[in-house]
């Protein structure tokens, strides 16, 4: 989760999930110097990702389902 920390990644997974595809420019270095590169990679339909972080980035948020779990001892276990 942490790649997802930066403004990028967050627009990464929202475009991902939103439109099923991320799409976006870059530069390579070629033989003939800086090229602009376009990068389209297709993706799932859903995706599945685990944190501890107690939210996310309030945009992705509307993108997903939240499920918080209690990590937390239970007082008396049953004998």
């Given at each position: 989760?942490?790649?997802?920390?930066?403004?990028?990644?967050?627009?990464?997974?929202?475009?991902?999930?939103?439109?099923?595809?991320?799409?976006?420019?870059?530069v390579?270095?070629?033989?003939?110097?800086?090229?602009?590169?376009?990068?389209?990679?297709?993706?799932?339909?859903?995706?599945?990702?685990t944190?501890?972080?107690?939210?996310?980035?309030?945009?992705?948020?509307?993108?997903?389902?939240?499920?918080?779990?209690?990590?937390?001892?239970?007082?008396?276990?049953?004998?």
């Amino acid at each position: 989760m942490a790649g997802l920390a930066s403004d990028f990644g967050s627009y990464l997974l929202r475009t991902l999930l939103s439109e099923k595809l991320i799409r976006y420019e870059t530069v390579e270095k070629t033989d003939a110097g800086l090229a602009p590169k376009l990068i389209e990679r297709e993706g799932p339909t859903g995706l599945i990702v685990t944190t501890t972080w107690a939210s996310m980035h309030p945009e992705n948020e509307t993108r997903m389902l939240s499920l918080a779990i209690k990590d937390d001892r239970p007082k008396h276990l049953p004998c």
